[in-house]
């Protein structure tokens, strides 16, 4: 299912980055949280996969969320109850950030999530039936990618969140948000999920408005699209915006919000989504030496460069919050994060401060001599990695005003074709030419 559908929405409205992976607007009923209570076990002889432990009650008891400094693989297990109202509805379990992973239900292998940078999500949906079920969770601190915190500290386990989640059978799988500043229209994307990919049908509503009421010029207007009947696919529209709208400005955050509500039918059933974004209008240029956020200039010299350290992996907004603040009186308003992506939480706070950040891509430090270069980095497992990576950062923060970029890192650009090979790729898979950088090709 392909449709197009352009129309004018004379309304204040504001995007941020293109790609936006919304996963606001849950209800508390569609949420069960697992932090808590776990069993754990480590496995230092890497014996559990062997043995298959995910078939056997586990002992050792561990609170999650929570981190253990070891490099050996860990095994976490507990009992979960799938609600009956749950029945017939997608079920995904969330953590929001995790060493590489592996889950199970029962004694069915659902996946293996290997990312350091963005939620891992499982699909649950086939074995998650209403009632009593094993859950066993294995992660991998020595299973390090090829890619990713390998500057991290010692840390194993899983932070943030940890949720289990249900939506109906038919969804909104991805929104992509394409802007272009200089004609005031924004291509909106969404693309739609269906269990077993059985037909939809509907109306997806769009509406917009200044995610601070009081300060609201205009009253939300309201758009609405058919979605077609037929196999899940996507459709696209083209929004336009007053010129006048506020933008997101460094130290002069004005964010909105754009909320999405699909109802349709799926195999003559009734089925509803719905996500809320905050997004901030801005537009983001290279210049020899920095980068540009709505024509003010942010000079690369004068940005804070990060590492990961234990503090930094909090997922608390407030922590964070309070950390850019401090920088912010300083003067420092631009943060790079080298080889590594901060959490959702140091996004949210910055983009209620103004201040900008640029998430880091990179390979860990070649080893001395380097390895002999591949025949064809098309197939080469470090550039299959980044690319992977790279786009799981952008789908689940992109919407952010304050990520204005993000940066493939030093040791990656060792590499000339891997490097134009990364940036070239996920630049035409963003859709915005402007947030994909090397920060050697701009550099003091």
């Given at each position: 299912m392909a449709h197009v559908v352009r129309f004018v929405l004379a309304a204040l409205f504001a995007v941020a980055a293109p790609v936006i992976r919304a996963e606001a607007g849950e209800s508390p009923a569609d949420t069960l949280a697992l932090s808590g209570d776990w069993a754990m076990r480590p496995d230092p002889r890497a014996e559990g996969l062997n043995a298959r432990w995910f078939m056997r009650a586990l002992d050792g008891a561990f609170s999650l969320p929570g981190s253990v400094p070891t490099r050996d693989a860990l095994w976490f297990q507990r009992e979960i109850d799938i609600p009956e109202s749950w029945r017939g509805r997608r079920i995904t379990?969330?953590?929001?950030?995790?060493?590489?992973?592996?889950?199970?239900?029962?004694?069915?292998?659902?996946?293996?999530?290997?990312?350091?940078?963005?939620?891992?999500?499982?699909?649950?949906?086939?074995?998650?039936?209403?009632?009593?079920?094993?859950?066993?969770?294995?992660?991998?601190?020595?299973?390090?990618?090829?890619?990713?915190?390998?500057?991290?500290?010692?840390?194993?386990?899983?932070?943030?969140?940890?949720?289990?989640?249900?939506?109906?059978?038919?969804?909104?799988?991805?929104?992509?948000?394409?802007?272009?500043?200089?004609?005031?229209?924004?291509?909106?994307?969404?693309?739609?999920?269906?269990?077993?990919?059985?037909?939809?049908?509907?109306?997806?509503?769009?509406?917009?408005?200044?995610?601070?009421?009081?300060?609201?010029?205009?009253?939300?207007?309201?758009?609405?699209?058919?979605?077609?009947?037929?196999?899940?696919?996507?459709?696209?529209?083209?929004?336009?915006?007053?010129?006048?709208?506020?933008?997101?400005?460094?130290?002069?955050?004005?964010?909105?919000?754009?909320?999405?509500?699909?109802?349709?039918?799926?195999?003559?059933?009734?089925?509803t989504d719905r996500r809320e974004l905050v997004v901030g209008l801005r537009d983001v240029a290279t210049a020899e030496t920095g980068i540009e956020v709505n024509r003010r200039r942010l000079d690369f010299a004068s940005a804070e460069t990060t590492t990961p350290s234990a503090d930094l992996l909090a997922l608390d907004e407030r922590a964070w919050r309070e950390r850019l603040a401090a920088a912010a009186e300083r003067g420092i308003v631009l943060h790079r994060f080298s080889g590594w992506c901060p959490p959702a939480a140091a996004f949210a706070a910055a983009d209620a401060l103004g201040v900008a950040l640029m998430p880091g891509l990179d390979l860990p430090p070649l080893a001395n001599p380097p390895p002999p270069p591949v025949a064809d980095v098309r197939h080469d497992a470090r550039s299959r990695y980044l690319l992977a990576e790279g786009e799981r950062i952008l789908r689940h923060f992109g919407h952010h005003a304050s990520f204005i970029a993000l940066e493939i890192g030093d040791n990656a650009v060792t590499d000339p074709r891997l490097a134009d090979h990364l940036i070239s790729v996920m630049r035409t898979r963003d859709g915005n030419r402007r947030s994909i950088l090397r920060l050697r090709d701009h550099a003091p």
């Open positions: 379990l969330h953590l929001e950030r995790a060493r590489p992973s592996t889950v199970w239900v029962d004694d069915s292998e659902i996946e293996s999530v290997d990312s350091l940078a963005a939620p891992h999500v499982y699909d649950l949906t086939p074995d998650a039936k209403p009632g009593r079920h094993r859950l066993t969770l294995r992660v991998d601190a020595g299973k390090f990618p090829l890619v990713g915190l390998a500057a991290a500290p010692e840390w194993n386990g899983v932070l943030g969140r940890i949720q289990l989640r249900a939506c109906d059978p038919a969804w909104m799988e991805m929104i992509h948000i394409e802007p272009d500043l200089s004609t005031h229209r924004i291509r909106v994307t969404v693309r739609f999920g269906s269990i077993n990919r059985a037909p939809i049908a509907g109306t997806l509503t769009l509406q917009t408005g200044l995610a601070n009421e009081t300060t609201q010029l205009q009253a939300p207007a309201t758009a609405l699209l058919a979605v077609p009947d037929g196999p899940p696919g996507q459709i696209e529209t083209e929004l336009s915006f007053r010129p006048d709208a506020p933008r997101w400005n460094i130290h002069a955050p004005e964010l909105h919000r754009l909320t999405l509500q699909f109802t349709g039918l799926r195999a003559g059933q009734p089925v």
